[in-house]
């Protein structure tokens, strides 16, 4: 080889360490990252939507919604977030009962979050009532690589009444990370029929991951979190824990408060643990990369989210509104927090 051909391949070889040394230190990985859901009961704007059924939640409608409570509540749940992160907010909160795009950009444009660079992941779902599953990450923590929503296949869109189901895929430092962003028909005025949707949803989310764990031969990293409107021994949600192949099975990090009777929300004096957290094998024993430990889990419950119950002994969330009453709290949900650390 003559000393130009080597020369100029020494060069060549100088540039590809170069450069990939340059890729690769641009890709930080965070030391721990915290994920919230939350419930924020009727995140509503106060404006008329021809397609849903909003019409309780205007000026003139009958909970009286106007520009007042609606400032309040979104200054409200920003500082929920902020208390949450403990003055770091969390990188990834999935929320349920949001209105539409709007309300998500007023509560991280026009709050203090506004200083934490939130992006948004929302789409209209199905739902009479127009109230939608979405998502907001920090995009200086997480990368967004892929999401969509699913409905089942069983169900035609038009029967298809309630809420889709969200999936985000996630990088997070070198490791990806699956997430589903769940909040399923209630018990509650009509059981038959939500129970029917609960278990083709929970068939449907478990096909999903199911498939995302044969394409990685067991090892991807799967969260499933939401409202189930269910408790952990529900069917619905044993569909989304238990397999006959045990290398795939799905540990429910809520089981553990639920037993100790703890929940997100009160119904009848009885604490309920319906939003929960469900987090692949991987997750919980990795040796090295992303990873939790059902310690990890916790409902975030500080005084100013809860209130003297009226009706029975102890403590209610401080909710915004009781029945068709005007409180000014925040929710009557409890949001559920699951830190991931890198080990």
């Known amino acids: 080889m003559s000393k130009g051909i080597f020369a100029e391949f020494l060069f060549a070889l100088l540039m590809i360490v170069f450069l990939n040394k340059s890729i690769y230190s641009q890709v930080t990985t965070p030391q721990s990252v915290r994920i919230m859901f939350y419930n924020v009961e009727n995140f509503f704007d106060i404006y008329d939507d021809s397609l849903t059924d909003d019409n309780d939640f205007l000026p003139n409608g009958l909970m009286r919604w106007n520009s007042e409570r609606y400032n309040r509540k979104t200054n409200s749940l920003y500082k929920t977030i902020v208390a949450a992160g403990e003055w770091e907010p969390p990188a990834i909160i999935a929320f349920c009962e949001i209105e539409n795009r709007k309300v998500l950009e007023d509560l991280i444009y026009r709050t203090y979050l506004s200083k934490f660079n939130y992006s948004i992941i929302h789409e209209e779902s199905p739902d009479r009532r127009g109230i939608d599953v979405c998502l907001i990450y920090r995009k200086n923590i997480v990368d967004v690589l892929s999401y969509k929503y699913f409905i089942p296949k069983e169900i035609s869109r038009k029967e298809f009444n309630t809420r889709s189901v969200l999936y985000v895929k996630f990088l997070i430092g070198y490791d990806t990370l699956h997430l589903f962003a769940n909040h399923w028909p209630s018990r509650r005025g009509g059981v038959l029929p939500g129970e029917n949707f609960?278990?083709?949803?929970?068939?449907?989310?478990?096909?999903?991951?199911?498939?995302?764990?044969?394409?990685?031969?067991t090892d991807a990293r799967i969260i499933i979190l939401g409202d189930f409107n269910a408790t952990p021994d529900d069917e619905a949600i044993k569909v989304l824990t238990v397999s006959k192949?045990?290398?795939?099975?799905?540990?429910?990090?809520?089981?553990?408060?639920?037993?100790?009777?703890?929940?997100?929300?009160?119904?009848?004096?009885?604490?309920?643990?319906?939003?929960?957290?469900?987090?692949?094998?991987?997750?919980?024993?990795?040796?090295?990369?992303?990873?939790t430990a059902p310690t990890m889990l916790r409902i975030f419950k500080p005084d100013f989210l809860l209130k003297k119950d009226p009706k029975y002994p102890g403590f209610i969330p401080f909710s915004t509104y009781r029945g068709y009453k005007y409180q000014g709290g925040f929710s009557d949900h409890l949001p559920v927090l699951l830190d991931l650390k890198f080990r």
């Open 198 to 217: 609960r278990l083709h949803i929970a068939n449907m989310v478990r096909e999903k991951a199911d498939s995302i764990l044969v394409i990685n031969h």
């Open 245 to 291: 192949d045990s290398s795939r099975a799905m540990i429910n990090l809520s089981k553990m408060p639920d037993n100790k009777g703890l929940g997100t929300y009160r119904y009848m004096g009885t604490w309920e643990m319906i939003d929960q957290v469900i987090v692949s094998n991987k997750l919980l024993t990795c040796n090295y990369g992303l990873c």
